[in-house]
C-alpha cells in the first residue's frame, strides 16, 4: 500500500507536539517559549478533535462492514458442517475489520503483511448491536491461570436478558497456535452453552501483528524485560479495543485474573444512565486498567493515541495523559488540571471488581493488588428453613459444615465430591414442600459449583411412589432404587423448581453422579413449604 507524505508529516508534528507539550507544563519551562508551546497546544487540540470527527466516520463505516462480513460469513457457514466444533487451528475467518487512521505510521511493519490487523477468530458468533461489550486480554502465565475463575464470575447470577444484551471477548495474546487452542478448547468445555448462544467469543492475533520487540529504548527506568512486556500489553489493548469498537454501544476493559460483583452489568448501566454531562471515562476499579468503561465510538481515538506512544509508557498512563490533552490547561496547576480530567473521568463507588491474582503475567512479579473500594463479598445467603437434620458423604473443609449453610450462618465447603456422594436434608416431620433453591460456588470461588448433580425427594409414606407410576399422572418423576424420586438437576451450578407432588415428603437429597474435578460451595439453601 502506498502512503501520501502529507497525512505522514502531519502524524509526526502531531507526536512531537505531544511531547513538547508535556515539556512545556514542567515547572521552571522558559518563559519565552511559552508562547511557541501554547501554540502548539492549540494545534494539537485542534488535530484531536479533527480526529475525532474522522474516526466517528471511520465507526459508521466499520458497522458497515462488519455486517457486510457477518453476511458473507453466514453464507459460508451455512456451506459447511459444524465447522465450528471441528476446527482445532487457527483462521476460522479472518476478514474481520479493523481500520485505524494512521494505523500505518505508527506501526510501518504492517504495511509488509496484508492480513496482519485482521484477527484469527477462534470462537464466536459474531455478535453485534448489544449494550456492552467487555474485553479480556489473556496471556500464558508462568505460575498459575485465572482465566476461568474469571469468567465464572462474570457469569454467576446473570440473567438470560442480560446475557442477550453483551458479549465477553477473551483475546488469546499469544501468537503459539497450541497454546492458543488449548486455552479455546478448556473455554468450550466449560461453557458450551455461552459459546453456542455468542455471549462468549474468543480471538487471537497473528503472528505479523508484531513489530520487533528486541532492541526497546528503555525508559522510566523499567528493565528490558518490563518495557517489552508493557510495549506488547499496549498492543494487545489496541488490538481487542478495535476488534470490540462495533459490536456494541459501550465498551468495557477487565483484565483475566479479576472477580466481579454479581450485579454488575446493571450497576454499570445504571451509572452510565445517570450522568448528566459529557464523559470519556467511567471508571468501576481503582486499579490499573480494570473495569473502565468507554463509549464505543470513543475507541478508534483512544488507540490511536495508545499507538502513538505504545513504547513509551504504560498504558494506564497513557489514558491518563489523553485525558490531559483534552481537557488540561498549561497555563493552569496541576490542581486544576486534576479537576478538569474528574469531568471526563467519573469514578463509581463501590468498585465492581476486585483483581484476585496474585501472580503478574510479567514473569516473576507477584502483585497483591487489592481495590479498597470493593467492599466485602457476600459468600453466602440466609434463608428460614424448616427443621431439619443434615448429612453429607462430602469432606467438610474446616469450619465450613453443612449444617451452617441450612441454618443461615456461613456457606458449606467440601473437597472434590466424586460420583455417589450425597448431601441430605431430612425433615423433623414430614412437610409439604413447594419450591427449592440451592446455589453453589460464590463470588470468590465461582468455579466451586456441584457438576451432574440431581435433585431428588423422598415421600413419606413408600405407597406413594407406587400410585404416582400406577396413575400415570404429571406428578410421575424417575425413582431411584432407594426410593427417592428424581425432581431436578443443578445446571450452571443452580437448582431450583417447584415440587408437584401431592403428598408431604420426608427428605430431600442432592445426589452427585461423577466425580467432580473442583471442590464444591454450598452458598444458598431454601426450601420454602406450605408452612413456612
Known amino acids: ?129 448489544v449494550s456492552l461489550v467487555m474485553g479480556i486480554p489473556t496471556v500464558k502465565r508462568e505460575k498459575q491461570s485465572y482465566l476461568m475463575t474469571t469468567l465464572h464470575s462474570l457469569f454467576y447470577e446473570l440473567s438470560e436478558e442480560q446475557k442477550n444484551d453483551c458479549v465477553i471477548i477473551i483475546f488469546v495474546a499469544e501468537v503459539n497456535e497450541e497454546y492458543v487452542n488449548s486455552v479455546a478448547e478448556s473455554v468450550k468445555s ?106 464505543s465510538e470513543d475507541l478508534p481515538l483512544v488507540v490511536e493515541f495508545f499507538l502513538m506512544f505504545y513504547k513509551d509508557k504504560p498504558i494506564d498512563w497513557l489514558l491518563d495523559h489523553l485525558l490531559w490533552v483534552k481537557v488540561c490547561n498549561p497555563e493552569k496547576d496541576a490542581a486544576h488540571c486534576e479537576k478538569e480530567k474528574a469531568k471526563i473521568r467519573i469514578r463509581a463507588k463501590p468498585s465492581l471488581f476486585q483483581h484476585m491474582g496474585i501472580h503478574s503475567s510479567l514473569s516473576g512479579k507477584i502483585q497483591n493488588l487489592k481495590d479498597k473500594d470493593f467492599g466485602s463479598n457476600v459468600l453466602y445467603k440466609a434463608h428460614n428453613n424448616p427443621p431439619a437434620k443434615v448429612y453429607t458423604s462430602l469432606k467438610a473443609y474446616q469450619q465450613y459444615t453443612l449444617e451452617k449453610i441450612y441454618e443461615g450462618k456461613y456457606y458449606f465447603w467440601a473437597s472434590a465430591p466424586v460420583a455417589g ?36 425427594v423422598l415421600p413419606a409414606d413408600d405407597t406413594e411412589i407406587k400410585g404416582l407410576f400406577d396413575s400415570g399422572s404429571k406428578f410421575n418423576y424417575p425413582a431411584t432404587k432407594d426410593g427417592y424420586l428424581k425432581i431436578g438437576a443443578f445446571v450452571n451450578g443452580i437448582a431450583e423448581g417447584s415440587i408437584n407432588l401431592p403428598k408431604k415428603i420426608q427428605a430431600i437429597r442432592l445426589s452427585v453422579n461423577s466425580d467432580s474435578p473442583v471442590w464444591a460451595i454450598l452458598s444458598e439453601v431454601l426450601i420454602e413449604t406450605s408452612e413456612n
Open 1 to 129: 500500500m502506498r502512503l501520501r507524505q502529507g497525512p505522514l508529516l502531519a502524524a509526526l508534528c502531531l507526536g512531537a507536539a505531544g511531547s513538547l507539550l508535556w515539556y512545556a507544563a514542567w515547572p521552571g519551562a522558559p518563559d519565552n517559549d511559552l508562547a511557541m508551546y501554547q501554540s502548539q497546544f492549540l494545534e494539537l487540540r485542534q488535530r484531536l478533535l479533527y480526529a475525532e470527527k474522522e474516526n466517528k466516520k471511520r465507526s459508521h463505516e466499520l458497522s458497515s462492514a462488519l455486517d457486510e462480513i457477518k453476511r458473507i460469513v453466514a453464507k459460508r457457514m451455512n456451506s459447511t458442517t459444524n465447522h465450528t466444533d471441528d476446527e482445532k487451528v487457527l483462521n476460522l475467518t479472518r476478514k474481520l475489520p479493523l481500520h485505524l487512521t494512521n494505523m500505518y505510521y505508527y506501526l510501518p511493519h504492517l504495511r509488509e503483511y496484508e492480513d496482519a490487523i485482521f484477527p484469527n477468530v477462534i470462537v464466536g458468533q459474531q455478535r453485534t448491536g
Open 190 to 295: 466449560s461453557f458450551p452453552k455461552e459459546i453456542q448462544s455468542g455471549v462468549l467469543e474468543i480471538i487471537s492475533p497473528p503472528a505479523s501483528y508484531y513489530p520487533d520487540l528486541s532492541n526497546l529504548r528503555k525508559t522510566l527506568g523499567d528493565s528490558e524485560d518490563r518495557v517489552r512486556w508493557r510495549t506488547k500489553q499496549n498492543l494487545d489493548y489496541s488490538f481487542l479495543m478495535l476488534y470490540a469498537q462495533p459490536k456494541g454501544t459501550f465498551y468495557l476493559q477487565l483484565e483475566d485474573d479479576i472477580i466481579a460483583k454479581p450485579d454488575y452489568i446493571q450497576s454499570i448501566k445504571k451509572f452510565a444512565a445517570e450522568q448528566s454531562q459529557e464523559w470519556m471515562i467511567l471508571e468501576f476499579s481503582q486499579l490499573g486498567f480494570i473495569g473502565k468503561l468507554f463509549k
Open 421 to 456: 456422594d450425597y448431601i441430605r436434608f431430612t425433615f423433623l416431620k414430614p412437610l409439604k414442600v413447594e419450591k427449592y433453591f440451592f446455589r453453589s460456588g460464590n463470588i470468590e470461588h465461582p468455579g466451586d459449583i456441584l457438576h451432574n448433580t440431581t435433585v431428588e
